[in-house]
């Protein structure tokens, strides 16, 4: 099982270990079937929920066994990690419960309830320090204190003891599964969990077939796996806060290269709508992480037909400040949610007339944006439209355009989109 050119590749052994020091700590999570998405898939559909983990995602698993393995004397000097969320909460609650110091960098711009959510997991034996505007800040701090203070970093995915750790949710799959595992989706952000858990399946089970899913605004390990290199990206989108790195770890990309079936890369927007449709149709919450394996079934509703299927809910540590965005974002996705820059003449009644002849009986106006200058025949106002079926939006434009209102479709100028969501 293990490629001899790998420097490093997970034992079965080491994983069943891993296991054992787990036992007390981190919950044993659920396999359900699922048949709402059963029947929407024609599929049988199980859910892995490490969203019900203690910590909320399944990162507890590689934070204790990192930690828990570490020599008295490693402990007593202390642990070091950056994180902005989950991993943060698996430090905290693993330095709690093995009465361990830690100090937690976290960026500036972390949410007051995430810092809050640390704390508690951590208590006194955490101290949590501020910096920088982004991860690469908190974590180019950490790693200075690990080398003045002597304290061990703890590193949320490239580390030997986190991937075995994470890979427990895979031995739990093998275990509980009463039926042949066809398939296993799993997120895919630095890789310590597709590692980990794909080598296991390798091992255990090795017909199932194994997907990666990861952000389009991130698609880190979809790009190192083209590039046959792992590879640094220049620019990600942060939405998908759980998922999205720059580069994966070097040891997560091997394994992962010789592991994974395939890679699939969901928009930001496919996942909004998976978080809304999880929380109104299941009453289960997931931050956006959690609902990419979900999201990627569309992605492979051909070839599930009639298969036994496994998605790892990884984690529901979602902000609830953030649930306009997720809206929004879900609504742009499904064609609903449209912005314009409309030319309104500067004369009495032409707002009146937009929304009389130029709106359908079913659109709303979401957003409106005008400010009247002098001197000019036209002025532009930025409008947000909402509508009811997708179907209405060709006869829109055509009616603002017929009565000389259109001046620009937004949804589709990045430039000028950023601005408004």
């Not at 100090?103 to 951590?122: A, D, L, S």
């Not at 427990?168 to 275990?175: A, M, Q, R, S, Y």
């Not at 080598?199 to 979809?222: D, F, Q, R, W």
């Not at 792992?230 to 759980?242: A, E, K, P, W, Y």
Request: charged residues 25%; hydrophobic residues 40%; contains cysteine.
């Amino acid at each position: 099982m293990n490629d001899k050119r790998l420097a490093y590749y997970p034992k079965l052994e080491d994983i069943r270990k891993a296991a054992l020091r787990l036992k007390d700590v981190a919950c044993r999570t659920p396999l359900e079937l699922n048949a709402w998405y059963s029947d929407q898939w024609d599929c049988s559909v199980y859910f892995k929920r490490e969203d019900l983990q203690p910590v909320r995602s399944y990162k507890i698993r590689g934070a204790y066994n990192k930690i828990s393995s570490l020599s008295k004397e490693q402990l007593d000097k202390g642990v070091v990690c950056a994180s902005a969320g989950n991993h943060a909460q698996g430090v905290a609650m693993s330095c709690k419960l093995l009465q361990c110091k830690g100090v937690i960098y976290m960026p500036t711009p972390t949410p007051v309830q995430k810092i809050e959510q640390v704390r508690m997991f951590g208590g006194s034996y955490i101290t949590i320090l501020m910096q920088g505007d982004t991860y690469d800040d908190a974590y180019a701090a950490a790693m200075e204190k690990n080398k003045k203070a002597g304290m061990t970093f703890i590193h949320p995915f490239d580390d030997e003891q986190v991937i075995e750790g994470q890979a427990t949710v895979g031995l739990e799959i093998i275990d509980q599964a009463k039926v042949p595992v066809d398939y296993v989706i799993m997120p895919v952000g630095g890789g310590g969990l597709s590692a980990g858990v794909s080598s296991v399946l390798k091992y255990l089970s090795p017909t199932t077939k194994i997907i990666g899913v990861e952000p389009k605004g991130a698609p880190s390990m979809g790009t190192s796996l083209f590039n046959e290199v792992n590879t640094t990206l220049t620019h990600i989108d942060s939405f998908v806060d759980g998922a999205a790195v720059k580069r994966v770890g070097d040891r997560n990309f091997g394994i992962c290269q010789q592991n994974l079936s395939q890679v699939i890369a969901v928009t930001e927007g496919a996942i909004c709508q998976t978080i809304l449709d999880l929380y109104n149709s299941q009453a289960i919450v997931v931050e956006p992480a959690g609902a990419m394996s979900i999201t990627a079934l569309a992605e492979l509703k051909q070839e599930i037909t009639g298969k036994n299927v496994v998605c790892v809910i990884s984690g529901s540590n979602n902000d609830i400040t953030r649930t306009a965005e997720i809206k929004e974002r879900a609504l742009l996705e499904s064609r609903l949610k449209h912005y314009f820059i409309i030319r309104f003449p500067q004369r009495a009644g032409a707002l009146r007339e937009f929304v009389e002849k130029v709106l359908g009986p079913n659109d709303d106006i979401t957003h409106f944006e005008y400010t009247k200058k002098t001197n000019r025949i036209n002025g532009s106002a930025v409008v947000g439209i909402e509508l009811k079926d997708t179907a209405d939006f060709d006869a829109l434009v055509e009616r603002m355009k017929a009565l000389n209102f259109y001046g620009d479709y937004l949804n589709d100028n990045p430039t000028l989109f950023e601005f408004l969501v």
